[in-house]
């Protein structure tokens, strides 16, 4: 399983920009899919995850700019950022967390990472 972000790039503050996640390959079953950030020199946060239910939850310097949404169909995943700010320049990481089954039938969670697509915010 693969996850593919795409539409990083560089945008002006007070401007907006959307990430797309998607996922490739089989995933057995899937429990929520979401997007961390990572700055230099900073540890990795949270910046929202969304259950199969729809539940959400966001990093605080996110609330009422940032929305993600999920395609269940497709196993995709979207965020839509508006407002941004030099500060949310990051490299961000679509998450996925699931479920898989060996060849034994054992079923453990697992979570799958992408490889990070650089969003920079000019002031």
């Known amino acids: 399983v693969q996850l593919v972000e795409s539409g990083g790039g560089l945008v002006q503050a007070g401007g907006s920009l959307g990430l797309s996640c998607a996922t490739s390959?089989?995933?057995?079953?899937?429990?929520?899919m979401g997007w961390y950030r990572q700055a230099p020199g900073k540890q990795r946060e949270l910046v929202a995850v969304?259950?199969?239910?729809?539940?959400?939850n966001y990093g605080d310097s996110v609330k009422g700019r940032f929305t993600i949404s999920r395609d269940n169909a497709k196993n995709t995943a979207y965020l839509q950022m508006h407002s941004l700010r030099p500060e949310d320049t990051a490299v961000y990481y679509c998450n996925a967390n699931a479920k898989t089954i060996d060849r034994a039938g054992i079923i453990f969670p697992i979570t799958y990472w992408g490889q990070g697509t650089q969003v920079t915010v000019s002031s």
């Open positions: 969304m259950t199969n239910d729809g539940s959400t």
């Open positions: 390959g089989s995933i057995f079953s899937l429990n929520a």
